[in-house]
């Protein structure tokens, strides 16, 4: 975690710098011809929809890890990206229903990728409460890892919803059937920053996250070596 400590700072500034660049790109993007200014919602949307699942593979990762190497950093990192990827998620519900209102003349439609992202986040949500539930730390570090990996079969559905199922969703920004992004132009560059931006703004509130539980944990710690003491 002493590393974690020591890169905080100059991610956060990085993070800032290509923040701004990415908003100052947005607003000088040109205006879709058919979504207007609508469009520049999609420079938060998309990247956010890509943290949330970015997240959760991330969650994935470190709750396998725990369950075979009974890792603390492990499960330190698992429940610091919880809330991180809670947050994206929530945004990008926010922001879709934003984009869909002027799009689709409705701020929701039970689409198969809006409601596997609903699901998502319920996920996020259900953990958190999970983890809190459970006074035993090390029964919620394995109740939660456990829910976790079950949960990732919610990640597939999201990514190919709109090729399984018919959508009123748009095809993927990136990563699509042909590999390559469905936004061009002079639309892309701001998208990159921004997802790029994104990344960055993820691994650093991680990093916060993650030092907010390891102290925490040690606080819970003194607290219960001076019961004893007092015993």
């Given at each position: 975690?002493?590393?974690?400590?020591?890169?905080?700072?100059?991610?956060?500034?990085?993070?800032?710098?290509?923040?701004?660049?990415?908003?100052?790109?947005?607003?000088?993007?040109?205006?879709?011809?058919?979504?207007?200014?609508?469009?520049?919602?999609?420079?938060?949307?998309?990247?956010?929809?890509?943290?949330?699942?970015?997240?959760?593979?991330?969650?994935?990762?470190?709750?396998?890890?725990?369950?075979?190497?009974?890792?603390?950093?492990?499960?330190?990192?698992?429940?610091?990206?919880?809330?991180?990827?809670?947050?994206?998620?929530?945004?990008?519900?926010?922001?879709?229903?934003?984009?869909?209102?002027p799009m689709w003349g409705?701020?929701?439609?039970?689409?198969?990728?809006?409601?596997?992202?609903?699901?998502?986040?319920?996920?996020?949500?259900?953990?958190?409460?999970?983890?809190?539930?459970?006074?035993?730390?090390?029964?919620?570090?394995?109740?939660?890892?456990?829910?976790?990996?079950?949960?990732?079969?919610?990640?597939?559905?999201?990514?190919?919803?709109?090729?399984?199922?018919?959508?009123?969703?748009?095809?993927p920004s990136f990563g699509g059937s042909s590999g390559?992004?469905?936004?061009?132009?002079?639309?892309?560059?701001?998208?990159?920053?921004?997802?790029?931006?994104?990344?960055?703004?993820?691994?650093?509130?991680?990093?916060?996250?993650?030092?907010?539980?390891?102290?925490?944990?040690?606080?819970?710690?003194?607290?219960?070596?001076?019961?004893?003491?007092?015993?």
């Amino acid at each position: 975690m002493n590393f974690l400590a020591r890169i905080q700072r100059p991610l956060g500034i990085i993070t800032l710098l290509c923040l701004g660049a990415g908003i100052w790109l947005v607003f000088n993007a040109p205006l879709d011809f058919q979504q207007g200014n609508s469009v520049r919602i999609l420079y938060a949307h998309v990247p956010s929809a890509k943290m949330s699942l970015f997240c959760y593979i991330l969650l994935t990762i470190s709750s396998i890890i725990y369950l075979v190497k009974k890792s603390e950093t492990a499960d330190i990192i698992a429940e610091a990206t919880v809330p991180v990827g809670a947050a994206f998620t929530a945004v990008t519900l926010a922001s879709g229903s934003l984009w869909g209102k002027p799009m689709w003349g409705t701020w929701w439609a039970w689409d198969a990728r809006l409601t596997s992202m609903l699901v998502l986040l319920i996920l996020y949500m259900g953990l958190m409460a999970l983890r809190s539930s459970l006074e035993e730390p090390l029964k919620a570090a394995r109740a939660t890892a456990i829910l976790a990996i079950i949960g990732a079969v919610d990640l597939p559905i999201i990514h190919y919803s709109v090729v399984w199922w018919r959508t009123l969703h748009q095809p993927p920004s990136f990563g699509g059937s042909s590999g390559n992004p469905s936004i061009t132009g002079d639309l892309l560059p701001p998208l990159v920053v921004m997802a790029v931006a994104f990344i960055l703004m993820g691994a650093y509130m991680v990093i916060v996250k993650a030092r907010e539980v390891v102290a925490l944990r040690q606080l819970e710690e003194l607290d219960i070596e001076r019961m004893e003491e007092n015993d």
